[in-house]
């Protein structure tokens, strides 16, 4: 929802992936991948692996990929990527 309303968000954070996050009991930080740095097309990027114990529900893990935004207004601001449920991180390198 870059760009979007509060409301929006709300709306968007109703997806499953997020759901789990949102009012989430506890959550912790496993591992921080390898800063890449930015290119002339795209800016720097960084994978976080975080581990989420919701109010209901089992534990789940999450792959969040951080970009840095190269152009104003949010130039050097890291923005959220992508985040996928690890278990749907079929075929993925996720050595950290």
Not at 5 to 17: K, M
Not at 18 to 37: D, H, L, P, Q
């Amino acid at each position: 929802a870059q760009g979007g309303s509060f409301d929006e968000f709300i709306t968007y954070a109703s997806n499953p992936t997020f759901s789990t996050m949102v009012n989430a009991k506890e959550y912790s930080i496993e591992n921080v991948g390898a800063y890449i740095k930015g290119t002339n097309t795209r800016g720097a990027m960084q994978t976080v692996l975080v581990k989420v114990q919701p109010l209901k529900g089992e534990e789940r893990s999450f792959l969040w990929t951080m970009a840095q935004e190269r152009r104003p207004p949010r130039q050097g601001l890291w923005l959220v990527h992508e985040c996928i449920n690890l278990e749907n991180a079929i075929g993925l390198n996720l050595d950290f």
